[in-house]
T-cell receptor
Framework: AQTVTQSQPEMSVQEAETVTLSCTYDTSESDYYLFWYKQPPSRQMILVIRQEAYKQQNATENRFSVNFQKAAKSFSLKISDSQLGDAAMYFCAYRSARGGADGLTFGKGTHLIIQP | SQTIHQWPATLVQPVGSPLSLECTVEGTSNPNLYWYRQAAGRGLQLLFYSVGIGQISSEVPQNLSASRPQDRQFILSSKKLLLSDSGFYLC?????????????????FGAGSRLTVL
């Protein structure tokens, strides 16, 4: 079974600074997908960024980028120019690419605080 | 565009009472559907998923059950709630296509239902 570990229960960053959230995972599969989801106080889960394991290039979405290290099974999220609206819980998630309807396996989350 | 609706948003129920949470998806057909639970201070736990009408897979033995009476409707139920059933319940959908280009591997979540069992 796959597991996802987020070792930082809470992170704090000054507004406009850069922060990196860590995520490691364990799997025996070679093809899979990795995700970062954001959960603001409203509790709505919002997709931030997605990475296909077969792609070597790191995914980017505006101020959000990932550092995907497949051999190390590491998938960190970098938020540049942090904004107050980035304050939320961030969840790293894994999904197998083998087909079927497997859901996502989530880490326990990192609470990101933005200091004004 | 596709949308997902979940209700009720908030529910307070006594121990031993029944439960019904409903989720519907619009703008797509034959979606994969999921129920997750998020206990306080914890991550998300997959409870049930469904690939079609009447087809339900349970991930964790629960006091809960799920049903899919229509293609885009997914219901989470309990006959008798326990205190431990309190939590935040999220419904999600994904495309049933196999290509990553179809976004098949992205789950889109509803706004959630907060259940408090007293």
């Amino acid at each position: 079974a796959q597991t996802v570990t987020q070792s930082q229960p809470e992170m704090s960053v000054q507004e406009a600074e850069t922060v990196t959230l860590s995520c490691t995972y364990d799997t025996s599969e070679s093809d899979y997908y990795l995700f970062w989801y954001k959960q603001p106080p409203s509790r709505q889960m919002i997709l931030v960024i997605r990475q296909e394991a077969y792609k070597q290039q790191n995914a980017t979405e505006n101020r959000f980028s990932v550092n995907f290290q497949k051999a190390a099974k590491s998938f960190s999220l970098k938020i540049s120019d942090s904004q107050l609206g980035d304050a939320a819980m961030y969840f790293c998630a894994y999904r197998s690419a083998r087909g079927g309807a497997d859901g996502l396996t989530f880490g326990k989350g990192t609470h990101l605080i933005i200091q004004p | 565009s596709q949308t997902i609706h979940q209700w009720p948003a908030t529910l307070v129920q006594p121990v031993g009472s029944p439960l019904s949470l409903e989720c519907t998806v619009e703008g797509t057909s034959n979606p994969n559907l999921y129920w997750y639970r998020q206990a306080a201070g914890r991550g998300l736990q997959l409870l049930f998923y469904s690939v079609g009408i009447g087809q339900i897979s349970s991930e964790v033995p629960q006091n809960l059950s799920a049903s899919r009476p229509q293609d885009r409707q997914f219901i989470l139920s309990s006959k008798k709630l326990l205190l431990s059933d309190s939590g935040f319940y999220l419904c999600a959908w994904s495309s049933s296509g196999s290509s990553s280009l179809s976004g098949a591997n992205v789950l889109t979540f509803g706004a959630g239902s907060r259940l408090t069992v007293l």
